[in-house]
């Protein structure tokens, strides 16, 4: 009796598993066109030459990273040395004629209190004497006119940032007023060129999501130009973290332009086999096309394009 109780327990069918039912509706989901953004810097500033002469000095390539203010390189004019030898020269040879006018004004002073000499004959050479002061001072003035021009011979970097560029090599000839190095710098973005026809769906503040080094991170348009060029928006995006090591750089963005309805399910109702995809409808297998994975409420959702309607209930295992 024990051994039929036995086999009959052994007969009886285990319970099913337990399934789980979705049923599909369709939901929205946005709408994302991908494209190429480029990593550009706030600020393009060049380094100028405010002398010219031969760059006798440079200390910087491209890539270096600079402070403001810092001295890029060094520009010599030769002449100036030539005109600060000339200044002292004439300083000299009017300190001389001072010397001997102020002689000639001492002796003219004591002739007149003699009664030698007259009143007219003192004016004069008081008068010289005065002329030959302005000049020393107007020389003297010529000469720190020099000399600050020499001082400016050295290339200052107008803002803090990366190099980008330097066209010029030590030993050549700059003219005033010529860059000597690019600096990029205020903080790094990237500037998207985006068809006109998506101008109306964009506004500031929409996240961007960016395919970075380190995986997709999310952006924020930061601001949207109102000229159109070539039949293309520009429009800035702000990233955390940008990666400045290449300005230029080009970088694929996904831009929300919209919403639209569709039929998605979970990723686990997929299952593949032969190279085709199944969904579990009503107890039966059926063949579907997927399209893009969708991520909602934190969790994965693949689209179907093909192979379900909306209303049919998917079974998940």
């Given at each position: 009796m024990t051994r039929w109780l036995a086999v009959l327990l052994f007969l009886i069918p285990a319970p099913l598993a337990a399934q789980t039912l979705h049923e599909i509706?369709?939901?929205p989901v946005t709408e994302w066109k991908a494209i190429y953004?480029?990593?550009?810097?706030?600020?393009?500033i060049p380094a100028r030459a405010r002398l010219g002469g031969t760059l006798v000095s440079l200390s910087v390539s491209e890539g270096d990273l600079v402070t403001a203010g810092q001295?890029?390189?060094?520009v010599v004019d030769e002449k100036l040395d030539f005109q600060i030898s000339a200044l002292d020269a004439q300083l000299q040879a009017t300190a001389s004629q001072l010397e001997n006018a102020e002689s000639e004004l001492a002796r003219g002073e004591e002739l007149l209190a003699r009664g030698v000499t007259t009143a007219q004959r003192l004016d004069a050479l008081r008068t010289q004497a005065e002329v030959l002061r302005n000049q020393i001072a107007a020389t003297q003035a010529e000469r720190r006119l020099v000399e600050q021009q020499a001082t400016e011979g050295r290339v200052l970097a107008p803002i803090a940032g990366r190099v980008l560029t330097v066209p010029?090599?030590?030993g050549a000839v700059v003219m005033p007023g010529e860059a000597v190095a690019t600096i990029g710098g205020g903080g790094f973005f990237l500037r998207l060129a985006v068809p006109e026809r998506h101008a109306g769906l964009m506004s500031e503040g929409d996240a961007i999501r960016i395919d970075a080094a380190q995986g997709e991170v999310e952006g924020r348009l930061a601001k949207l130009y109102p000229q159109i060029e070539n039949g293309r928006v520009i429009a800035d995006v702000e990233v955390p973290a940008l990666d400045d090591a290449f300005v230029d750089a080009r970088v694929l963005v996904r831009l929300s332009i919209g919403t639209r309805d569709a039929i998605v399910v979970p990723e686990t109702a997929l299952s593949h086999r032969f190279g085709l995809d199944f969904v579990t409808v009503g107890g039966a297998e059926r063949v579907v096309v997927p399209g893009q994975r969708h991520l909602?409420?934190?969790?994965?959702?693949?689209e179907i394009l093909s192979g379900l309607r909306a209303g049919e209930t998917?079974?998940?295992?």
């Open positions: 509706a369709p939901i953004g480029r990593v550009e810097t706030q600020s393009r001295v890029l390189g060094e010029v090599a030590t909602l409420d934190g969790s994965g959702y693949i998917v079974v998940l295992p």
